[in-house]
């Protein structure tokens, strides 16, 4: 290794200090062998790092910096780690037993998400809501403040890096502990961020174990943690975290159902199932680990497998040696688990099994120091098996035949994990379909592993909440801000916006405070807006049509002033505006408006807008709106005609009928009813596929 030190210690305001922690030696899994030592952050070091984080931020140092600044120091970042790559490889091999080969594939693409996350900043832009009335709302985002993150022993780099480019471009200051078995990496990253210009404070790296982890957490200053860990590990954080009222990602544990199909392709298949199966040794949670075979496939799928395993088997090696196929697993724990998990099944070993010793056919190279443990198959397991059900964290896979897709989907489901899955089959339909059904965050065809920063990546049930990658990891590392600018002059604010006049009279645009409040409660749950549809075929295109014969209106519930609308049909873009009544009496219940003279154009959108009447008599504010309709007409009505149920708001309920079927029932379930009863041929149906909106008195919705 480069540059090999003795010791690393954490790294606090922008520089790597001594560490007054525990000393814990990191060793390398394929001799046992210690690499160095590695002191862990105390107590006061953890809360120090924290404060200072915290201080950072507040500076405006990096989170208030131009975003072109962020992005050229994470372009900057990128440039520095590319040209440091094989250097970077060599620890990360050394320090996971993870072979050589492996990681100068897995770091070469690192950064690409540093890249990723410096366009997006270049490129992502807030936007203006459509509040109504004389008011510009812009919305943009803001980052969190002091984020966590605690990284794994798997992929080292890899999974920091994939956290700490969205939180960095999202200007945060990040706080990470790393695996106390491989954190070497992540301290020397750090050391390439300072010199690209991450500001003190603004990246920390604080080694240690689980106390170390928990301190962080528990810190109320922290506004998110993101973590990747194992499920009761993840349990045992975010009930931490909510306590804090902080935001939470967890990727976590994971049994990745394989699924294989009697047409895959079965050299194809064979491969990439060995390679969703050990890469890593098995030690990612997106491993392929439950192979369901389609009987058909099943046999000759098996030979070729048990083939290719014995392949990998005789060519482990020294994981330096680029011809190396698979590394050790972590840790001696990790090998007594894998281990004890296998012998405990009581079920059929087809491959490996035990713990590997003696010497590599490949290169000489000694197993029996390290933690090494072959590809291992097992045959016979049943879906309540402990080997079926949880995470070995190994190189060990089971093999299950299935006869019918059904049955794949089922045994794929049949876990409380789902983070990834595979499916290999010629067959593209039947993998659109069967990826749908699966419950997995990711799901990959005829390939694995696949993984881009632009890509979200998280699972389903136990495997965690939240995402990484992607626009939803930078999202999630900041959070939405309105920004509401009343636009209208001086002048106008004075004569209409005056809550508490002298005079004792309210002065609130064509509002009352019933109707203002009763508008604000709308506006508060989102003004639940449906709209309504009249879907009916045309026989000639551009045809005018005649009007309905009535239009049918029903109040319920209604708590607004005034008590008397005028109701006007409109087209929105202004080419079509009638008056259908001046005065309508909103306690008469149900109620006719008459019908829209002349013709009015066919496929155009309408609405009818319920309003108040200004001084001079004219319409005036639109206190209640209908959604827009559409207007067509049709010679075949059977098949037009539907019934939708109610929508129903504090205010005025809707709901629609069809015409040609509505009863005196019909009438008093419904609340807006456009029945054209005529004999006029143009018009012998109408069908009114969904609710009319009910958004009323919006015109200055009040936010109490």
Not at 84 to 110: D, Y
Not at 319 to 324: A, G, I
Not at 600 to 612: A, R, V
Request: net charge negative; hydrophobic share 40%; proline share 6%.
């Amino acid at each position: 290794m480069p540059e090999q030190r003795s010791a690393y210690g954490p790294f606090i305001g922008g520089k790597p200090i001594a560490g007054n922690g525990t000393d814990i030696p990191v060793e390398n899994p394929a001799t046992g062998e210690t690499v160095c030592s590695v002191i862990s952050a105390s107590t006061d070091e953890v809360s120090q790092a924290i404060t200072s984080a915290k201080a950072a931020f507040d500076s405006g140092v990096w989170s208030k910096a131009p975003a072109i600044q962020r992005s050229k120091v994470l372009s900057t970042l990128a440039r520095k780690l590319e040209a440091r790559i094989p250097e970077f490889a060599e620890i990360e091999s050394i320090q996971t037993g993870r072979v050589i080969r492996e990681m100068r594939a897995q770091l070469g693409r690192l950064p690409e998400w540093l890249d990723y996350y410096a366009a997006l900043l270049r490129t992502h832009s807030g936007f203006v809501a459509p509040t109504q009335g004389t008011l510009l709302n812009y919305v943009t985002r803001v980052p969190l403040g002091v984020v966590a993150q605690i990284t794994p022993f798997n992929h080292p780099m890899l999974i920091s890096i994939k956290k700490i480019a969205p939180a960095l471009a999202a200007g945060n200051s990040v706080i990470v502990k790393p695996s106390e078995l491989a954190p070497i990496s992540v301290l020397e990253f750090a050391e390439l961020a300072a010199e690209a210009g991450v500001p003190p404070n603004v990246l920390s790296i604080l080694p240690g174990g689980a106390d170390v982890g928990k301190a962080i957490v528990s810190n109320p200053i922290v506004r998110k943690v993101d973590i990747t860990a194992g499920t009761p590990t993840g349990k045992a954080i975010g009930s931490i975290v909510g306590s804090n009222i902080a935001s939470f990602t967890a990727e976590l544990g994971g049994k990745a159902p394989i699924v294989v199909f009697d047409d895959a392709d079965l050299e194809a298949a064979v491969n990439g199932v060995a390679f969703a199966s050990f890469v890593a040794s098995g030690q990612t949670c997106v491993s392929g680990t439950r192979l369901l075979v389609q009987s058909g496939l099943y046999g000759s799928f098996r030979a070729a497998f048990l083939k290719k395993v014995e392949s990998i088997t005789r060519r482990m090696g020294n994981p330096l040696n680029p011809k190396s196929t698979m590394g050790p697993v972590v840790s001696s724990r990790a090998l007594e688990r894998a281990e004890r998990m296998v012998s405990q099944s009581g079920r059929t070993v087809v491959a490996g099994g035990s713990r590997m010793t003696g010497t590599s056919e490949l290169d000489g190279f000694s197993f029996s120091e390290g933690y090494f443990y072959p590809p291992t198959v097992v045959e016979g397991v049943k879906p309540e098996d402990e080997l079926f059900q949880e995470e070995v964290f190994g190189p060990v896979v089971t093999l299950t035949p299935f006869q019918a897709e059904e049955e794949a989907i089922a045994l794929a489901n049949n876990c409380k994990y789902g983070l990834g899955a595979g499916i290999w089959t010629s067959d593209l339909s039947r993998a659109h379909r069967l990826a749908a059904q699966i419950d997995a965050g990711l799901c990959w065809v005829n390939t694995h592993h696949r993984n881009d920063p632009s890509s979200p990546w998280g699972g389903m049930k136990e495997s965690g909440i939240g995402r990484e990658n992607g626009l939803e990891a930078y999202e999630s590392y900041s959070q939405s801000k309105s920004t509401i600018v009343n636009i209208a002059s001086a002048e106008s604010v004075k004569a209409t916006d005056d809550w508490f006049a002298d005079d004792g009279t309210e002065k609130r645009p064509t509002f009352t405070p019933s109707a203002a409040m009763h508008a604000s409660f709308i506006f508060v749950f989102s003004v639940i807006a449906s709209a309504l549809a009249i879907a009916i075929s045309s026989p000639a295109d551009n045809a005018l049509v005649g009007p309905a014969d009535s239009i049918t209106i029903k109040w319920t519930s209604v708590n607004t002033d005034p008590t008397s609308f005028r109701a006007v049909m409109v087209n929105p873009s202004g080419s079509y505006t009638q008056e259908l009544a001046a005065s309508i009496n909103t306690s008469l219940g149900t109620f006719q408006l008459p019908p829209p003279s002349g013709d009015f154009p066919l496929g155009k959108d309408y609405q009818i807008n319920f309003m108040g009447t200004s001084a001079s008599g004219n319409p005036s504010g639109i206190l209640a709106q209908s959604g827009k309709f559409t207007v067509g007409y049709s010679t075949s009505s059977s098949s037009m005609l539907s019934t939708q149920a109610p929508t129903t708001m504090t205010g005025m309920t809707v709901n629609t009928v069809a015409a040609a079927t509505a009863t005196a029932a019909d009438a008093n379930a419904s609340n807006v009813n456009i029945q054209p009863t005529g004999t006029n041929a143009a018009f012998s149906s109408f069908q009114i596929s969904a609710g009319l909106m009910a958004s009323v008195a919006l015109l200055h919705a009040l936010a109490f």
